[in-house]
């Protein structure tokens, strides 16, 4: 699976730095991470890296969970002075990945370095990534409870709605509202009692279309036929990320199977 967007900057603002000691020895680094996510989340400290030109993220001291209300408290330690980035890396209940935060600071000895108050986008599916303009849209997925979560087409909010207390939210959008074009949906989360927002979640494509059929409607001449077929399999085998995202068709931001079982059934019914 792809690694999520990291969002760059703390989340919780600038890191708190308290001195320990000072002489009479070195300890390393005490870092903590705490805050909000979402209830029986899983989440994961990584270390940052490049390698040979690459980008390497390799977890530090496994995975952990977030209480019942989404609350979170983490501690590693650096063991030694230099600047380090450090990922937390996040999943709902469900397995659904949210958007990672990043995290840089330049560790010395004898220090505790604290983020605080750090609050995750949600996460967040579509119910169809394709609708036409009578349908409704579902858009779903995990925040902290009691939190007012935001829905965003093209950056404008066009629905709210308060996560419930299993940190769920859903929020019914009428495409009727919208217009005959795709969109960038994403979600955000306002935390109800700072009322500080968060960043916004990872980005899901939504085609709205006057066209049955337009989730594989690939070359968009509003019907179905062998050149959607021939752009179908050319993004599936494309080494180009943007280009294979195109044929996620069952918006779960994986290419599969199942993707492949969508777009067979909508081409019978579509070429008809």
């Known amino acids: 699976p792809s690694t999520p967007t990291p969002t760059p900057g703390g989340g ?6 308290e001195t320990v000691r000072v002489g009479g020895g070195n300890d390393p680094a005490k870092i903590i991470f705490s805050g909000k996510a979402y209830p029986d989340a899983t989440l994961g ?37 230099e600047k380090r980035t450090y990922a937390l890396r996040i999943k709902d209940k469900d397995g659904n990945e949210g958007k990672s935060k990043i995290f840089s600071h330049d560790f010395k000895f004898n220090t505790i370095v604290r ?43 066009l629905g ?30 306002v935390d109800a009692g700072t009322g500080k927002t968060s960043d916004v979640s990872e980005t899901r494509t939504l085609r709205v279309s006057s066209f049955a059929f337009a989730l594989i409607d690939f070359n968009g001449d509003d019907k179905v036929s062998i050149q959607d077929w021939s752009i179908f399999l050319s993004s599936w085998s494309s080494e ?31 070429a008809r």
Not at 46 to 65: A, C, P, S, T
């Open 12 to 17: 919780g603002g600038e890191a708190t730095v």
């Open 45 to 81: 400290v990584h270390l940052v890296r490049e390698e040979y030109g690459n980008i390497q993220q390799v977890l530090i001291d496994g995975e952990f969970k977030s209480k019942n209300d989404g609350s979170f408290l983490k501690e590693i330690i650096s063991p030694v002075q």
């Open 115 to 157: 983020w605080e108050n750090i609050i995750f986008p949600p996460t967040i599916k579509l119910s169809k990534p394709a609708v036409t303009r009578d349908e409704l849209l579902l858009v779903s997925g995990y925040a902290t409870p009691g939190n007012k979560v935001e829905a965003l087409f093209d950056g404008e909010v």
């Open 160 to 189: 709210n709605v308060k996560a419930e207390e299993n940190g769920l939210y859903r929020i019914l959008i009428d495409t009727d509202i919208i217009s005959l074009k795709n969109y960038k949906v994403q979600t955000r989360q």
């Open 240 to 270: 180009d990320k943007t280009l294979r995202a195109k044929d996620d068709l069952n918006g779960d931001g994986k290419i599969n199977v199942s993707d492949f079982s969508v777009f067979l059934v909508s081409f019978q019914l579509g």
